[in-house]
């Protein structure tokens, strides 16, 4: 039952976009049941995945500027 539940965890990690050093790290807390290390990591692994999302956002904020200034332009 345990190895099934690793196998869930280390899928749903690799769903998110995890490494293959990180999912060995968390692994390693999630057997010594260190929580906070846990938490700590998935916390991490958030802002890097968050700071992402605000970077293409910002480069779909310009492509978006750039066709409003060409349709604008050109009457479109």
Same mark, same amino acid.
């Given at each position: 039952?345990?190895?099934?539940?690793?196998?869930?965890?280390?899928?749903?990690?690799?769903?998110?976009?995890?490494?293959?050093?990180?999912?060995?790290?968390?692994?390693? @807390? +999630?057997?010594?049941?260190?929580?906070?290390? &846990?938490? $700590?990591?998935?916390?991490?692994?958030?802002?890097?995945?968050l700071n992402?999302?605000?970077?293409?956002?910002?480069?779909?904020?310009?492509? @978006? +500027?750039?066709?409003?200034?060409?349709?604008? &332009?050109? $009457?479109?």
């Amino acid at each position: 039952m345990n190895g099934n539940k690793e196998e869930i965890i280390i899928q749903n990690l690799i769903d998110a976009g995890c490494g293959r050093d990180f999912i060995m790290k968390f692994m390693d @807390d +999630y057997r010594n049941k260190d929580i906070s290390g &846990e938490l $700590s990591l998935l916390a991490e692994h958030r802002r890097s995945l968050l700071n992402d999302l605000h970077t293409k956002q910002k480069r779909l904020d310009c492509l @978006d +500027y750039l066709v409003y200034k060409m349709k604008k &332009e050109n $009457s479109i």
